[in-house]
């Protein structure tokens, strides 16, 4: 089975934010909950169709749609866990098109249609592209964070 990006939905419960964080940024739907609901979580994935991350051993796998336990600690070892359990799909044509703090689809626009004053003028001069979260309002672009995170990634694959 190969889990499309489109199809593969993730629930991460509020032991794993940081992979909560990779998640979005690879491109994956991932709602994160930073209180210890467990029928909540458990809930949602059932009408939703999301995969449970937990590191609770406790919460059952019968009551959701799917359950993954995390067995490490460290955010690389976690989503190596997951690209291996689950069989990821993780492609650089999907990374940060999503929000990393709301989920929510980025909307891509140019420098044309940028408030010079929203960036630091260092990024107005360098970049052509940018992505706007109609949650947070917050702008991204493929600065050095970009490039440091594709050097985290290729090192994980
Ligand atoms: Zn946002």
Not at 15 to 44: F, P, V
Not at 97 to 111: G, P
Not at 117 to 122: I, Q
């Amino acid at each position: 089975m190969n889990n499309n990006i489109y199809e593969t939905k993730f629930i991460v419960d509020y032991m794993c934010g940081r992979l909560a964080k990779w998640l979005r940024i690879l491109g994956y739907d991932t709602e994160y909950s930073n209180k210890n609901l467990k029928t909540k979580i458990l809930l949602k994935s059932l009408q939703d169709q999301r995969i449970v991350i937990t590191r609770n051993t406790k919460l059952s796998t019968k009551k959701a749609y799917k359950l993954i336990f995390i067995k490490y600690d460290k955010v690389f070892d976690q989503i190596k866990q997951l690209i291996t359990e689950l069989n990821l799909t993780v492609d650089k044509k999907n990374f940060f098109s999503r929000c990393s703090f709301c989920n929510v689809i980025l909307t891509e626009f140019s420098k044309k249609d940028l408030v010079k004053s929203k960036v630091p003028p260092y990024v107005y001069e360098t970049q052509k592209t940018f992505f706007y979260c109609k949650e947070c309002s917050r702008i991204y672009w493929h600065g050095s964070h970009y490039e440091l995170f594709l050097k985290d990634i290729n090192k994980l694959l």
